[in-house]
């Protein structure tokens, strides 16, 4: 399984950016997907889920109303939507896929495969 990201970039406050999440090797319809955020000095967050199962859709308090994920299983992309960013958004951002069964959702260590991360910085 090999997880790529893509879309990360630089932008001023109140600016958006989409990041995408292309997957090799790994079936969309399976199980849960999210989207993670560590900032230099802080412990990796977790910003988004998906159940691609069902759609379910949970997101962190801090990016509520601004952030959107949603998956395009045609293509096996997971995609972020993150419009009004501000500069505390600035963070490398990683997807990963496939939560353990019962595991929570915000826990690193309950996730099976990882990006190698797409840096968003906001000014």
């Known amino acids: 399984v090999q997880l790529v990201e893509s879309g990360g970039g630089s932008v001023q406050a109140g600016e958006s950016l989409r990041l995408s999440c292309a997957a090799f090797g790994y079936t969309f319809s399976s199980n849960c997907m999210g989207w993670f955020r560590q900032a230099p000095g802080k412990e990796r967050e977790g910003v988004a889920l998906?159940?691609?199962?069902?759609?379910?859709?949970i997101y962190a308090d801090s990016v509520k109303g601004r952030f959107t994920i949603s998956k395009d299983a045609n293509k096996n992309i997971l995609l972020l939507q993150m419009n009004a960013l501000k500069p505390e958004d600035t963070a490398m951002y990683y997807c990963a896929a496939d939560l353990v069964t019962g595991g929570n959702w915000r826990s690193i260590d309950h996730w099976s495969y990882w990006g190698q991360g797409t840096q968003v910085t906001v000014s």
């Open positions: 998906i159940d691609t199962t069902d759609g379910r859709k």
